[in-house]
C-alpha cells in the first residue's frame, strides 16, 4: 500500500549534492518538499529545478525547505546542475542550493512509492522502472499533508504548490479552510470545528451563507 496523507514520512539516509542527510534530522522545525524526477538530463524537470532555484525564496519565507530527488548518481547531478543554471539564466538569476539526492537504486524512490506502474517495460537500461514525477509537502511534525503527482509530459506549477503550502499553514495556525481557486488575499472558511459564538471573537467580520458554509478576511503574509 502506498504512503497516503496523514502517514509519518519514511525517514531515510542519503548521499546528496550538499552532502550526506538524514532525512528527519535534515527537516528539523520546518516544513519540507520533497519532489522526484525520473533522471538527470531530462528536458521538463531542467526547466522544474530551474523555477524552484529562483523560487527559493519564496519558499524560505514560509519556511520551507527544498529537496529533490533523481535517480542517477552524484556526480550525474552535479553535471545537471551546470546546465539547469545556464538554462535557467535566461529568465532570471538562477543558483541551485537545495540538495539533490542521488537515488540509482531506486531505494528511495520504492520507499516512498514513486515508481511507474503504468507500463512494465517502462524501464531504464540497467531494466529499473523510471520514477514518476511526484511532489510531497511535509510538515514540521513529518506529517505528510499533501502529495501530487505529474506525468512525464506535464511540467509541474510551483505557483499552486506554493499556493498549496500556504494553505495548509494557514489552515494550522488559523482554523480556517481555504475555498475553491482561494489565492492570498482571498477569504477562507471558517472550520467547522469553530462554533459560531468562537467565530464572533476569532473573526469578527466573518459572514453565515450556509450553516454549514462561513467566510471570513483574512489578512495574512
Request: with cysteine.
Amino acid at each position: 500500500m502506498g504512503l497516503r496523507l496523514g502517514d509519518t514520512a519514511p525517514d531515510f539516509q542519503a548521499e546528496t549534492t550538499k552532502g550526506p542527510i538524514k532525512f528527519h534530522e535534515w527537516v528539523g522545525n520546518s516544513w519540507a518538499i520533497l519532489f522526484s524526477h525520473p533522471g538527470d538530463f531530462t528536458p521538463v524537470c531542467t526547466t522544474e529545478l530551474a523555477e524552484v532555484a529562483r523560487r527559493a525564496p519564496d519558499f524560505e519565507k514560509r519556511n520551507v525547505k527544498l529537496i529533490g530527488i533523481s535517480a542517477n548518481g552524484l556526480s550525474d547531478h552535479e553535471k545537471w546542475v551546470e546546465d539547469i543554471n545556464d538554462w535557467g539564466a535566461q529568465y532570471g538569476p538562477t543558483n541551485v542550493q537545495f540538495p539533490i539526492i542521488a537515488d540509482p537504486d531506486r531505494q528511495i524512490s520504492t520507499l516512498y512509492d514513486m515508481l511507474d506502474y503504468q507500463d512494465a517495460t517502462n524501464r531504464d537500461a540497467k531494466g529499473l522502472p523510471f520514477t514518476i514525477r511526484t511532489v510531497f509537502i511535509i510538515d514540521p511534525k513529518k506529517t505528510i499533508r499533501l502529495t501530487i503527482a505529474y506525468p512525464a509530459s506535464t511540467g509541474r506549477n510551483f505557483d499552486e504548490i506554493i499556493r498549496c503550502v500556504r494553505s495548509l499553514q494557514i489552515g494550522d495556525k488559523y482554523r480556517v479552510t481555504t475555498p475553491v481557486n482561494w489565492n492570498k488575499g482571498d477569504d477562507v472558511i471558517v472550520h467547522p470545528s469553530v462554533s459560531n459564538e468562537e467565530a464572533k471573537t476569532l473573526f469578527p467580520e466573518f459572514k453565515i451563507h450556509k450553516p454549514y458554509l462561513r467566510t471570513t478576511p483574512l489578512k495574512v503574509e
